[in-house]
């Protein structure tokens, strides 16, 4: 059974802060994967993104948003089955969302990568991005290499 994983849980009240040992016959993708995994779960929460809709504030988390972009001069964050607008630059956004999770595909597009269910390499020198929601957006050309080595490292 490939990357199946046995989890056992020990209560030591004499710890100060939890413990997490991981025993493997040798180091893989799967055990950095498990590893990330952990790591993101001790991360802080990254701040919720305030966003406005029908003179109504939203805060909104950033594991909902599907992506950020520019639309007639306004900033749109788009979450499954809505959109909201944000007074922030796409700049200030970006500084404040996780890298981790999202990643600039143009001057005026962000995408949440965890909400990427492919990427269609069909058309030579672009990258069409396909959402979970079924939506889609075009890499602009000048991102298309950045893409492609974050792809890389995944």
């Not at 950095?32 to 406005?52: L, N």
């Not at 520019?70 to 956004?93: A, H, I, N, P």
């Not at 999770?101 to 390499?121: A, C, P, Q, Y």
């Amino acid at each position: 059974m490939k990357n199946r994983i046995k989890i056992e849980i020990e209560i030591d009240e004499s710890l100060k802060e939890p413990e997490v040992v991981i025993r493997t016959d040798k180091d893989s993708a799967f055990v950095e994967r498990i590893v990330a995994a952990i790591e993101r779960c001790g991360e802080e929460d990254r701040s919720k993104v305030t966003a406005y809709k029908d003179n109504v504030i939203s805060l909104l988390s950033q594991k909902d948003i599907i992506r950020v972009y520019t639309e007639q001069r306004k900033l749109v964050v788009s979450t499954v089955g809505d959109k909201y607008e944000s007074k922030s630059t796409l700049k200030d956004l970006e500084a404040m969302l996780d890298p981790k999770m999202f990643v600039r595909i143009s001057r005026f597009e962000i995408v949440n990568l965890n909400k990427v269910t492919g990427f269609d390499f069909s058309v030579a020198g672009t990258i069409k991005v396909l959402f979970d929601d079924g939506s889609s957006t075009w890499v602009a050309r000048r991102y298309v290499r950045a893409i492609e080595q974050k792809l890389s490292q995944m």
